[in-house]
């Protein structure tokens, strides 16, 4: 073969006829289109799949109270506005709504509060306040009184006329004095105190008329109290966890142990889980009585308690208030 006709035959190999070249163009911007186009078209929004129950809850919760929320502004904007300036959360229960006048807070009348816009059941609690002692000294006060929130008491302190005590009543006793609705611990008392807490039995009113004792600490010496049964000894009281040993001397004239109030327990009746729950007896103590018991027979006389290993005797003079032999 000549070299001619191999030169004609590769030109022709590699050429592309009209028709050829037009389908590779066709073929080239069909793939450029593909390439850029997704960048230009809008993004699908992916649905969101939720299988808890609690978190469509909380969303449909969510909604509702953004629906409210709105509606609540639309109808009331100046009052929303004004509890934005004064930087109290919008919602308080209380009625705020309620009538103004001028009231003195040692003397207004359950009916009284109520038409102020405060809550029956705070009401309630501060006619109990002042029933057993508890006294207001100055409009602040009344934001201390728990379960008032803070935007009515302070609707309600330009109104607060406090009348003075009379000369004769200037001595005040400590329930006055240390008088505690509130979590209010900064008032001394005085050592010739009348006031008597009797820790058996009081409700928390009591617990919190006294000096440096709040919400929380009452709610701890109840509970201690229900799990022992009862309180042998004022001494006790030290025993809560969180309530300082200052606070205690302070509060120690002011009380005392009421008698036939202690709840006993069966030494020979009483299972393992009952013997466990008792604070001072708890899970080891528990298990090595009920051991004993049933390697021994039945116990015949507290003492007998005192043959156990881990039973000492200041352990058998804590716990023995709260056993007995059937």
Do not use: C
Not at 81 to 90: A, Q, R
Not at 278 to 306: C, K
């Amino acid at each position: 073969m000549k070299k001619p006709e191999i030169k004609e035959l590769i030109i022709a190999y590699l050429t592309f006829s009209a028709r050829e070249r037009i389908g590779v163009l066709v073929l080239v911007s069909l793939i450029l289109i593909l390439f850029i186009a997704p960048d230009f078209l809008p993004k699908p929004k992916t649905p969101i799949s939720i299988d808890d129950s609690s978190v469509v809850a909380l969303i449909d919760r969510w909604r509702v109270d953004s629906t409210s929320s709105f509606e609540y502004s639309s109808r009331s904007p100046r009052k929303k506005l004004s509890d934005l300036s004064t930087g109290v959360p919008i919602g308080d229960r209380e009625n705020h709504t309620g009538k103004l006048f001028l009231f003195d807070p040692n003397t207004a009348s359950h009916a009284d509060w109520v038409a102020l816009g405060v809550r029956d059941k705070t009401a309630s609690t501060i006619i109990r306040y002042r029933e057993k002692g508890g006294r207001f000294r100055k409009p602040e006060d009344i934001s201390r009184i728990f379960g008032l929130s803070p935007s009515l008491a302070m609707r309600l302190q330009p109104f607060v006329r406090i009348k003075p005590l009379p000369v004769d009543q200037s001595n005040e006793s400590a329930a006055i004095k240390t008088g505690k609705v509130w979590n209010n611990n900064n008032f001394p008392v005085p050592p010739s105190a009348t006031l008597k807490v009797d820790i058996n039995s009081a409700d928390s009113l009591q617990w919190l008329a006294l000096p440096g004792i709040g919400p929380k600490l009452t709610s701890r010496i109840l509970n201690f109290r229900q799990r022992l049964g009862g309180f042998n000894s004022v001494h006790q009281i030290a025993e809560v966890y969180g309530l300082a040993d200052s606070v205690f001397q302070i509060i120690k004239p002011l009380l005392v142990a009421g008698e036939g109030q202690i709840k006993q327990i069966s030494i020979n009746l009483a299972g393992k889980a009952e013997l466990a729950e008792h604070p001072y007896i708890r899970q080891q103590l528990a298990s090595t009585i009920v051991q004993y018991r049933e390697a021994h027979g039945p116990f015949t006389q507290l003492e007998d308690l005192m043959r156990i290993h881990l039973i000492s005797e200041k352990v058998f003079e804590k716990i023995r208030p709260y056993l007995k032999i059937p």
